[in-house]
């Protein structure tokens, strides 16, 4: 998010023919940049926690408890919610990693599995197991696999687990975890073009294995797939039906009785569900349905429940329709479990909750887990916005609010994440993830945010927002996590016309970040692949909506961040390269290194007239006439999930984290 200082609209930058690098007179990368200029005063002010609940990525039923693991909370925790009384009864730790995706029981009820998710792989265990006898004793660690991240289990008949997953930059492999010689073998790699396996599902005879593309699309990254693995003669066959090999990603398996059920995640078209012969996988139905995602499916024998982002629905065996389901409770947002029992469906919602529905009335009954004794606790952030009077943190469906005035805070429902956000007269305005666009919240008429504007789904990832006041236009930048390459989209808040342009940098490069001078965008690309440049930066025409002049950074990573303080465009790449760009003479003319400041992601504002950068260590500025780099805050260290962020507020004062806390910096450097 970057906040444009005050400019003379009058002096509208003209652009037209292209820019050669060659006529840029800049320095090649100097050393590393050290701390100069002074300081007035810097006085730091802790708000409290900035955002606080128990979030949660993963649900699975056993008897009359839902199990329920936590997400981007420290430590990652399993909890037992007890549904006749409608208490949490019991909570393990599991000590490593940041969230739960992966929960599978065995077929005696005894043995709970769980698989987690890290940042960096620490050679520890990912693989947990806790005994639902005596759930007062903690989960204990049984394994690793080498795909760093778990992402799905399933439990055979005989007891074998079965994990899959992956980690970036290598193709996911079948893993599988034996009881009884507590050993955890790699199976094979039945797709090496996959970059993500999200689905298992097991028989006596048979592992299912789905990949896909989900979170590293294009660049020849394949398509949904799903692998039989024949567990006796220990060979993979493809096994995708035909009408699903264009979907990105294959989301999610199960096994009721003598069916594989299979959905599948989006992009460009609608999600498909599966139902195919275990007896033989030729025979099969295929239904499109009317989101981007199938998941957590469930049934009752006649019907196969499953939910999208749009909520729960049904496909009903004997016809082959999908419907939804119609429910008397609240919007049930992102749905992590998903379970059947006598008529009743047990929903665990992103928004901390439990729903439970009466398949017949459609009555629902709602137990919120953090009243029901679970643990609520700091939580990874993402998208900060302040002004005046509030300052509001994004995290998974959840944006909180802090009132400046009186130290209050309330939590917002908002499904996925507010990656990135902007405050405009006091209303909020998001892009969120994954593919729900743009929401707004307006604290004098809204009880909860609401969607502002859709945007294609497959440009799902915005990265940056920020507010264009000559055109009076919200710019997001954005990255198509299954296609490859990324968008800048526009909307006026005033008219609430939108405009979205596809690949504006190349069909490589996301927008990862973006700036406005005059009424012009400037926009950081960032190449995630080994092909083209790796970091572009495009001036482009917001209203009439085409390129005016690009530059080809020298550095060996692309954009983070960008932002403008007069005629110059500051940016940083993702390992601390810094730039400056004189942009009336489209030239760069400045480089250094400051990755002792900035050893990956950063953000950027400009604040009382001078350039401001947080990494994940440290918040910094830069001198407007030098761009030599200060330190203001060091050992900053903010809990962000997906890279930090700073907002700034009306007076010029700052907000991000610090650690797991909300600060405010009242920085006044001696120019």
């Not at 298992?200 to 020849?220: K, R």
């Not at 209303?427 to 945007?455: I, N």
């Not at 390459?485 to 979205?500: I, M, Q, R």
Request: hydrophobic share 40%; with cysteine.
């Amino acid at each position: 998010m970057q906040h444009p200082p005050s400019m003379d609209r009058r002096q509208l930058l003209r652009a037209g023919g292209a820019f050669g690098l060659a006529a840029a007179a800049a320095p090649l990368l100097a050393a590393p940049a050290r701390a100069a200029g002074g300081t007035l005063s810097t006085t730091v002010t802790d708000l409290g926690p900035a955002l606080v609940q128990f979030a949660l990525m993963s649900g699975v039923t056993v008897g009359d408890t839902v199990y329920i693991g936590s997400r981007n909370l420290s430590p990652t925790r399993l909890i037992a919610l007890h549904l006749p009384t409608r208490r949490v009864t019991a909570v393990t730790d599991l000590g490593t990693g940041h969230s739960v995706q992966a929960l599978a029981v065995d077929p005696t009820g005894r043995y709970l599995y769980a698989g987690v998710l890290t940042k960096a792989d620490e050679g520890l265990p990912n693989l947990f197991r806790w005994d639902l006898t005596t759930p007062d004793k903690p989960a204990v660690p049984v394994g690793r696999t080498e795909d760093r991240d778990v992402r799905e289990l399933a439990v055979a008949p005989d007891g074998t687990v079965y994990a899959v997953g992956g980690v970036p930059g290598k193709a996911p492999a079948l893993w599988m975890y034996d009881p009884g010689t507590g050993t955890v073998t790699k199976l094979g790699v039945p797709d090496p073009n996959a970059t993500l396996a999200r689905a298992v599902a097991a028989t006596d005879t048979t592992v299912f294995f789905g990949a896909g593309s989900v979170l590293a699309g294009g660049d020849g990254a394949s398509k949904a797939s799903l692998y039989a693995y024949d567990r006796a003669g220990r060979t993979f066959t493809d096994v995708t039906p035909a009408e699903m090999r264009k979907d990105p990603s294959l989301r999610e398996l199960a096994v009721f009785g003598d069916r594989l059920v299979v959905g599948t995640s989006a992009s460009t078209e609608r999600a498909r569900l599966a139902v195919m012969d275990l007896a033989d996988l030729s025979s099969y139905t295929v239904t499109s349905t009317a989101g981007t995602v199938v998941k957590n499916l469930a049934t009752d024998g006649e019907r196969i429940y499953f939910a999208g982002e749009g909520g729960l629905h049904t496909y009903t065996l004997r016809t082959g329709t999908v419907a939804p389901l119609v429910h008397d409770g609240p919007d049930l947002g992102e749905i992590w479990g998903l379970d059947h029992t006598g008529g009743t469906l047990t929903v665990v919602s992103g928004y901390g909750f439990v729903g439970e529905i009466a398949t017949a009335s459609g009555a629902c009954v709602v137990t919120d887990l953090g009243a029901a004794g679970a643990p609520v606790s700091p939580q990874t952030a993402m998208g900060i916005a302040a002004d005046g009077c509030h300052v509001y943190v994004g995290g998974n469906n959840v944006i909180a609010r802090h009132d400046l005035r009186t130290g209050s805070v309330a939590n917002l429902r908002a499904p996925g994440e507010a990656k990135d956000a902007e405050l405009l007269d006091g209303v909020l305005y998001t892009g969120q993830y994954s593919g729900q666009g743009m929401w707004t919240y307006d604290p004098s008429s809204d009880a909860q945010p609401h969607r502002l504007a859709a945007f294609p789904s497959e440009q799902n990832r915005p990265l940056d927002v920020c507010f264009d006041p000559v055109n009076r236009l919200l710019l997001v930048g954005a990255q198509s996590d299954t296609e490859g390459g990324g968008s800048l989209w526009t909307y006026a808040p005033g008219s609430g016309a939108k405009a979205v342009y596809l690949n504006p940098v190349d069909r490589l490069q996301p927008v990862r970040a973006v700036a406005s001078r005059e009424g012009v965008a400037y926009l950081g690309g960032d190449n995630p692949t080994a092909q083209g440049p790796r970091g572009t930066l495009v001036a482009f025409d917001p209203v009439a909506g085409h390129e005016s002049w690009r530059l080809d950074l020298p550095f060996a990573t692309g954009v983070a961040a960008l932002a403008v303080r007069g005629r110059h465009l500051y940016g940083l790449t993702r390992r601390g390269g810094f730039f400056v760009v004189d942009v009336p003479l489209r030239r760069l003319i400045h480089t250094a290194d400051v990755r002792p400041l900035c050893p990956g992601f950063a953000a950027m504002t400009t604040s009382r007239g001078v350039v401001y950068a947080v990494s994940d260590t440290t918040l910094f500025r830069f001198h407007p006439k030098t761009f030599a780099v200060t330190t203001v805050v060091a050992g900053i260290d903010g809990a962000w999930y997906s890279g930090p962020h700073v907002g700034v507020d009306g007076h010029g004062r700052l907000y991000t984290l610090r650690g797991h806390h909300l600060v405010r910096v009242d920085d006044r450097p001696d120019r």
